[in-house]
């Protein structure tokens, strides 16, 4: 009996984020594409639907952040320490962009729907709102701290320049939402482009065994499949 021996092969920093991107280009995985974004950007969405979206996104978003602060707290390495918390402190208090907290921001499109400011802040999640939010839990808590910035700057960020401008067009020309109101979209053009170089930086110094690179790989493919159906939920409204 012959027995073949194989090598480990893993990837450089950048062959690997290369790879990982390559995946979520697929089906089910590429956001610019999915049914949600083309609904919006094409006034299909009805009005109820836009609403739940808006409530089930928002429990996303304050839960993201709680995440983005555990994973601050997590970080040894205080170059890393120092791009997270200006990436929170955006997020938090709009410093970078001297605009205002992202949750106010987002908040702001949601009243220009027609919800209340009442509705939004006491919104409950859903069911694929609760599994994306229980699966950021895990990974912000149960996996090292490059995992989730990983999941959140690589798997979604580097996809919403394309993918919100195709929702800001939608809200503005189908549904009569002013600059002001789809704000949040248009400054995330910009500023998740960022956020995702910086995830990327981090993902290569860390990422660096073949047995870590498949694991992280298959949770951020997990986090963009259940950050998927999230959005996909708006559409059985």
Known sequence: MTTTATTATVLSG??????????????????????????????????????????????????GQLMSAITFANCPDPAIRKKIIEVLAEEELGILSKSAPHKELFIRFALGTGLSREQMENAKPAYAAAVHVHHMEFVGKLRPFFYRRACSGIGVEWQVPKTFGLISQG???????????????????????????????????????????????????????RFWALWASALEV
């Not at 690997?16 to 089906?27: H, I, T």
């Not at 998740?192 to 065994?209: C, L, N, P, Q, R």
Request: charged share 30%; aromatic share 12%; net charge negative.
């Open 14 to 63: 950048a062959d690997f984020v290369r790879d990982l991107k390559a995946e979520l280009r697929k089906p089910g995985r590429y956001l610019p594409e999915h049914p949600w974004v083309q609904a919006v950007n094409t006034g299909k969405a009805t009005r109820k639907q836009l609403q739940f979206w808006a409530t089930q996104y928002f429990c996303a978003i304050r839960f």
């Open 171 to 225: 809200l503005k020309k189908h549904y009569g939402l002013t600059p002001e109101q789809t704000f949040f979209f248009d400054m995330h053009k910009e500023a998740d482009e960022e956020h995702g170089d910086v995830s990327s930086d981090i993902v290569s110094k860390y990422a660096t065994t073949q047995e870590v690179q498949e694991d992280l790989k298959h949770a951020v493919i997990q986090h963009v499949e």
